[in-house]
């Protein structure tokens, strides 16, 4: 059992270049998320998927797309990335009825140049 | 929008010394999470509450969960180098599908 996997792990950009995020759990978990941890400011949602074939907004979703390709993985896409975009990605998954209870991957740390 | 603010922001205690973490809303959570985050790694999630004046404990780590629903505390007693990270809490709200994470409290053990 991987849990959840979360690749790059580093990854350094110039803006306008785009990119994707990838996560897959291996859990048979419902819901999954992306979050972006910044100093000072905790863990914010960026994207969510309550379950497979749905996505909805977070906090912070201006500048990102996402993609729940299947039950089992979670991308998040930088169309055109901007420096304020320089942060640490988490993705999350969690199972419906268990209050939520969230499993979180290692992180890809984004630098934007 | 919910918000939780967690206090204190940093803490710089002596080994075995004892410890309060409070993490506090004006919004009622249907329960409320407790994760621990060492650097360069995710968060990892230690406790859940979800009953007004629940205590639960894990090992040394006493949780509270405020009788009103809005509040929640950690107290660490007797603190060891390995409870250095970052605390964070994390509230569930009534009807909602996603968390509301505190700011986080940066906490350090000195040998």
């Known amino acids: 059992n991987a849990g959840v996997t979360q690749t790059p792990k580093f990854q350094v950009l110039k803006t306008g270049q785009s990119m994707t995020l990838q996560c897959a759990q291996d859990m048979n978990h419902n819901s999954m998320y992306w979050y972006r941890q910044d100093p000072g400011m905790g863990l914010r949602l960026i994207y969510y998927s309550a379950s497979e074939g749905t996505t909805d907004k977070g906090e912070v979703p201006n500048g990102y797309n996402v993609s729940r390709l299947n039950k089992r993985e979670f991308s998040l896409r930088l169309e055109s990335a901007a420096p304020s975009q320089t942060s640490v990605y988490f993705c999350?998954?969690?199972?419906?009825?268990?209050?939520?209870?969230?499993?979180f991957g290692p992180g890809t740390r984004l630098t934007v140049l | 929008t919910q918000l939780l603010e967690q206090s204190p922001q940093f803490l710089s205690i002596q080994e075995g010394e004892n410890l309060t973490v409070y993490c506090n809303s004006s919004s009622v959570f249907s329960s409320l999470q407790w994760y621990r985050q060492e650097p360069g790694e995710g968060p990892v999630l230690l406790v859940t509450v979800v009953t007004g004046g629940e205590v639960k404990k894990l090992k040394r780590l006493t949780f509270q969960f405020g009788d009103a629903r809005k509040d929640s505390s950690l107290h660490i007693t007797a603190a060891q180098p390995g409870d250095t990270g970052l605390y964070l809490c994390a509230g569930w709200g009534f009807g909602n599908e996603k968390l509301t994470f505190g700011t986080g409290t940066r906490l350090t053990i000195i040998p």
């Open positions: 999350a998954s969690s199972l419906l009825g268990s209050y939520n209870e969230q499993f």
